[in-house]
């Protein structure tokens, strides 16, 4: 894609952040943040990976996905040939909760408007939603023990786009037995990008 495009989906990302900072959402949330955490990767990426929200260490770097759980995704990426400078990764609510506790509905509605925004300037023909919180926005009432791996098509925004639900790095780390869960699924995604 020509630099002009890649640079004019930066600032629009940029724009995006700043209006949450603008708007002041979640502001009990962005009192105890050290960091507002976009995501980051490749704005031309055929596929956006959206976690739940930013842990402890994705809080002190204002990055996604750098933790154990971070460390793990890149071991399933690899696994599956893809490059994570090759995938745009981020969460539904952009601000740690405190104590590390799951985000709430409300946080979650809060976030969703500017989640969407990023998906629009992205245009990825997939979302894989890391885990039950990153699913519910596109697949309200699925559970992710029954889909994970499954490709469902959805439109978003007038376009259709494939949702494709994993587990989250996190929940391997902690339940060993889905770790190669996790392998099987991401080793279907570099198909999934082909059609």
Do not use: W
């Not at 909760?97 to 509605?109: F, L």
């Amino acid at each position: 894609m020509l630099e002009s495009s890649m640079q004019t989906k930066q600032a629009l990302l940029e724009q995006i952040a700043a209006d949450i900072r603008t708007q002041n959402v979640c502001p009990d949330l962005a009192k105890q943040a050290q960091h507002l955490v976009m995501g980051e990767g490749s704005v031309d990426s055929g596929i956006m990976f959206i976690g739940e929200a930013p842990g402890k260490k994705e809080d002190e770097t204002g990055l996604p996905f750098v933790g154990a759980s971070g460390k793990f995704l890149d071991q399933m990426l690899a696994a599956a040939g893809i490059e994570r400078k090759d995938v745009f990764v981020t969460s539904i609510v952009k601000y740690r909760p405190p104590g590390n506790r799951d985000p709430t509905v409300a946080e979650k509605a809060a976030f969703l408007p500017f989640l969407l925004r990023q998906i629009a300037t992205i245009q990825p023909k997939i979302i894989a939603p890391l885990g039950r919180h990153g699913m519910e926005s596109f697949l309200p009432g699925a559970k992710i023990g029954d889909i994970h791996g499954q490709a469902q098509c959805i439109v978003l925004d007038g376009h259709e786009v494939v949702i494709f639900p994993l587990f989250h790095p996190a929940a391997a780390l902690y339940k060993g037995s889905l770790r190669q869960t996790l392998i099987d699924d991401f080793a279907k995604i570099p198909e999934l990008l082909k059609k």
